[in-house]
């Protein structure tokens, strides 16, 4: 018998967010869940833009909107991860969430769970070309140890994330844990990005020309043009990316599978 990749993983929660807002969180959440996809990654969804939501609007079978804020919502989360058949969770966090569930995580015993191996965190950290976004990679290192963490640049408007400026550059990327990654998000043309959000559907299907009720799509054949350039480029990022890599081989958190012995008595039972 074939079993999938998820018969064997920990449980792996994967963070996207930023403390600053209108850096793109949402939309790297996006591009993520997207590239998982046709990778046959299986993944729960949690928005906590409570109560409405944004990521749910293109995933809504798989998302649920949650506030972190609240402990029974904390417990939707963390109380599900071993019992859940999809062992992987990805949460999208609202602009100002990401150092209060950090925060939190490290209160309640989830960082250190990370740290002794029992469960996969990780952490995408999207920055903006601005100093306050920036300040956040020295402000939350003191959460990073046991975490997988990714530095997503966003590359939002035509501005440079102060490459011309030696010391400024250094100042704040030299905060970053050793091991830290780094992926660039390139900037996607507005109006195809208008679209996409006006559609309501996954970047993917507005390539496929494929509306949100699955029927085929009426989407500009220029537009659909720039988002599919914009996506390759993410995806081929992506494809270097340790973390991800491993959750697409089924490595990523991978438990041990049970003896040959113990796999039989459990096929009996």
């Known amino acids: 018998m074939v079993m999938s990749r998820e018969k064997f993983m920990k449980p792996t929660v994967i963070l996207v967010g930023a403390d600053k807002g209108g850096v793109g969180k949402t939309t790297l959440a996006r591009t ?3 590239y998982l996809s ?3 990654v299986l993944a729960r969804c949690y928005d906590t833009e409570w109560p409405r939501g944004t990521l749910k609007r293109f995933y809504p079978a798989t998302t649920e909107v949650i506030d972190m804020a609240n402990v029974a919502h904390q417990m939707k989360l963390l109380d599900t991860l071993e019992t859940a058949s999809v062992k992987l969770s990805l949460v999208d966090l609202k602009a100002g969430n990401l150092s209060m569930v950090l925060d939190i995580f490290d209160r309640i015993g989830v960082l250190e769970a990370a740290k002794s191996g029992k469960l996969t965190l990780g952490l995408f950290h999207v920055v903006g070309p601005a100093i306050a976004s920036l300040e956040e990679i020295g402000e939350i290192a003191k959460y ?3 975490t997988d963490y ?9 501005t440079n994330f102060f490459e011309w400026d030696d010391k400024t550059y250094r100042k704040y990327f030299a905060n970053a844990n050793a091991n830290a990654a780094e992926i660039v998000l390139p900037k996607l043309n507005e109006m195809a990005y208008e679209q996409v959000d006006l559609a309501g559907v996954t970047f993917r299907d507005f390539i496929d020309n494929k509306a949100a009720n699955g029927e085929p799509g009426n989407f500009s054949f220029v537009l659909r043009g720039y988002v599919r350039k914009w996506m390759s480029e993410i995806d081929a990022q992506l494809e270097k990316l340790k973390p991800v890599q491993e959750l697409v081989r089924g490595e990523r958190g991978r ?3 049970p003896q040959p012995q113990a796999a039989a008595a459990a096929a009996k039972a």
């Open 38 to 40: 046709r990778k046959n």
């Open 144 to 146: 990073l140890q046991g």
């Open 32 to 34: 993520l869940l997207d």
């Open 150 to 158: 990714v530095i997503a640049k966003n590359f939002i408007n035509e």
């Open 255 to 257: 438990a041990a599978p």
